[in-house]
């Protein structure tokens, strides 16, 4: 196929021009909100395109296409800025003085390169040294419309990116994982100074690229409150990205199919769900289509696959820092892929699977690293039965109450309930809209329209690499996880490409059938998003948005968040202030102190400990006048699989204050029936 862009841009800008339209007539101070946090934004998408657009000139073979090299750019880029914060490890040096001097000169060296490859190397050295590869015949792409047909799916996308933390969606707790430690610990790391060892927080040990740009988009705001919308703006553009790369990933089939995969992936309701939270699902879904992308070229490519192996190996490590599922998600089926297409070649290539292998550790270790060093167990806190941590970091308790919390329901624990969870997390799940049922017509199309390969030569492409990244994630998901479907997001990038092959199959001799899957999916999928929106009541809270309404916490108006103002009143007074039940760090300023439920908590070692009078005399030793403790947080957890410390109680906190700990404000939220308590702030009388 001969790579040349032909990308619709018309088209394009109208989508990207009628979805901001959108946002901006319906909502004009969130709106306008979005446009004062995009600067800071697309700065780091300019620095991050600059240095990787040079490693991609550097590790891509001579010949490859410009626009490989950008959008693949892109993504090595925003994984050395990632590596790089992790490495640097000091916030206050991604400040916004000295974060704008670094991105500023990323910026200027990216452009000293594209400007000397495209005017300064004579013409007949660049065409030379950067001629595109020819391999395959381009077939048309699509219909250009049918990209307007996005223009709502990014609307709603960019207007979900723009909801403060903690507001969307009732299925993920209201964003608690993103307060807790997508963005909590980040806030304990900017208040600290530097990126170190949290013992209060067990999530902070999970692998954090994704996390590492929030933390350059806060330290480039100079506030983390304030630049939450800046980092939820950089999770919508991992999620534009990631249509870019699976339009990449598909080109192996022609123009036409990697179109038609682009539109099945932008529409995937799950796709604009995500934008939604500040999770780390959008970098995953691009690091993975990336790293199929350079699979697919490696499989083209024989001549040079090893630098493509490379790369697939480079991109799957990213997406193993960005979570720990990227293992079975990405490397292990690019790591089977690679062997397949190996064995499949003239020539034996049996250290294929070592390339790729290398590759991936070279991007993952330092994680690996990092939690080696804090922890004595890199991939802490997994395979602690053969990995133990070191003494004193974690303790049997919270262990086993990770290890039950973190397993399926014991309903859903046999095959039956296995099976039954996949068919309503995956198969039937609004979230996955129409991608099986495009995935079953465009295989079925496949299968029943073979023609002749069209190829140069005798590679021909193959969708077995795709099928082995859906059915490997999906046997490691029923085995080996607590069967949530996000944790199968991935399956998006490779069957979108299946469909679309299919699907452009289709469209060059059976066009009126193709124009009606491609409605149908659109509109079904666009149906399933509606659906969501209306059971989360998306748009009854943005009809009470007034721009970036981050008030709704810091000022307590949101229910179980009248505390916040209260003790940050506290703490900004030079009080410290134990935090008990409640992890959500985000908005609370330093000087409370908290504790993840998993974790080892002092306070509940000293509680099981120590008379009522002498736990007092342990709070005041560690210089804590208040105590707030959260009884509907508390409650939650106890009943729940994840448990909560025996030692933590009412009725500790009843011998405390009759020993002179003095309650003095409880707080509550409304109900149908009134208002209800669901925590209270105590002080600790002085010695």
Same mark, same amino acid.
């Given at each position: ?15 990207? #021009?009628?979805?901001?339209?959108? &946002? ?41 296409? #410009? ?58 050295? *660049?065409?030379?040294? #950067? ?124 123009? /036409? ?19 939604? &939270? ?18 697919? /070229? ?91 941590? *070191? ?26 309930? /296995? ?119 998306? #748009? ?31 703490? *900004? ?64 957890? *106890? ?22 700990? /003095? ?25």
């Amino acid at each position: 196929m001969t790579h040349t862009m032909k990308a619709p841009f018309l088209p394009l800008l109208l989508t990207a #021009f009628g979805a901001c339209a959108l &946002v901006a007539v319906g909502w004009p101070p969130v709106f306008a909100a979005i446009v004062s946090a995009a600067p800071e934004a697309l700065f780091m998408l300019a620095a991050a395109l600059s240095w990787g657009y040079i490693i991609a000139c550097l590790l891509t073979p001579r010949g490859t296409e #410009f626009e490989w090299r950008l959008i693949g750019g892109i993504g090595m880029g925003l994984g050395a800025c990632s590596l790089s914060v992790l490495l640097v490890g000091r916030p206050e040096v991604l400040h916004r003085s000295t974060g704008s001097v670094v991105l500023g000169l990323s910026v200027a060296a990216g452009l000293v390169v594209v400007a000397w490859q495209r005017w300064i190397v004579p013409k007949e050295i *660049r065409d030379r040294l #950067f001629a595109v590869h020819t391999s395959r015949e381009t077939r048309p792409p699509p219909p250009r419309w049918i990209w307007l047909a996005l223009m709502p799916f990014l609307a709603i996308a960019l207007l979900a990116a723009s909801f403060p933390p903690g507001t969307l969606w009732p299925a993920e707790g209201n964003g608690y994982d993103v307060l807790e430690y997508h963005f909590g610990a980040l806030r304990d790391w900017l208040d600290a100074g530097r990126i170190l060892y949290l013992p209060q927080n067990i999530y902070s040990n999970f692998p954090m690229n994704i996390e590492m740009l929030y933390l350059l988009s806060m330290g480039l705001v100079g506030n983390p409150v304030e630049g939450a919308l800046t980092a939820q703006l950089i999770n919508l553009i991992l999620a534009i990205l990631t249509v870019a790369a699976v339009w990449l990933a598909a080109r192996s089939w022609g123009d /036409r199919a990697a179109w038609i995969a682009a539109v099945i992936a932008a529409s995937c309701p799950y796709l604009t769900y995500l934008c939604g &939270v500040a999770y780390v699902e959008n970098g995953l879904l691009l690091f993975a289509a990336l790293s199929l992308a350079a699979l697919g /070229r490696a499989s083209e490519d024989s001549m040079r696959g090893r630098s493509w192996l490379l790369l697939a190996g480079l991109f799957a490590g990213l997406a193993c820092g960005c979570k720990y599922t990227g293992v079975p998600a990405v490397v292990l089926p690019v790591l089977l892929a690679s062997a397949w297409l190996a064995l499949r070649a003239k020539r034996r290539r049996y250290f294929d699977p070592l390339i790729v292998l290398i590759g991936a550790t070279i991007t993952f270790a330092p994680w690996l690293v990092r939690n080696y060093n804090n922890t004595g167990n890199p991939v802490f806190p997994l395979a602690r039965s053969f990995l133990p941590e *070191r003494p004193g970091v974690w303790d049997d308790d919270g262990a086993q109450r990770w290890k039950e919390g973190h397993l399926p329901a014991p309903e859903h624990r046999s095959m039956a309930g /296995r099976l039954d969870r996949l068919w309503h997390e995956i198969i039937a799940s609004p979230l996955f809209g129409m991608t099986w049922l495009l995935v079953v017509v465009g295989a079925a199309a496949f299968v029943m329209m073979r023609r002749p390969a069209v190829a140069v030569g005798s590679d021909q492409p193959t969708l077995l690499p795709c099928w082995i990244m859906i059915v490997v994630p999906l046997i490691c998901w029923l085995a080996f996880t607590h069967l949530v479907g996000r944790f199968a997001v991935t399956l998006i990038v490779p069957a979108s490409i299946i469909a679309a092959v299919g699907l452009a199959r289709f469209a060059e001799s059976h066009r009126l059938i193709f124009v009606a899957c491609m409605i149908t999916a659109v509109v079904g999928n666009a149906a399933a998003l509606s659906r969501i929106l209306l059971e989360a009541r998306f #748009f009854e809270l943005a009809a009470l948005r007034s721009g970036r309404d981050v008030d709704w916490f810091t000022a307590g108006q949101w229910p179980t968040h009248a505390h916040v103002p209260r003790i940050n009143e506290l703490t *900004r007074d030079g009080h410290r202030v134990l935090v008990v039940a409640d992890a959500r760090r985000f908005y609370l300023e330093a000087g409370a102190d908290y504790c993840v439920v998993f974790n080892r908590n002092p306070f509940a070692e000293a509680a099981g400990s120590l008379p009522a009078h002498e736990l007092l005399v342990w709070l005041r030793n560690r210089d804590y006048r208040h105590i707030h403790v959260d009884w509907s947080e508390m409650n939650r957890l *106890r009943k729940s699989r994840y448990g909560f410390w025996s030692s933590i109680n009412e009725a500790l906190f009843r011998e405390l204050e009759q020993e002179g700990l /003095r309650r003095i404000q409880d707080f509550a939220f409304e109900t149908e029936s009134g208002p209800r308590v669901y925590a209270t702030l105590y002080a600790i009388p002085p010695p």
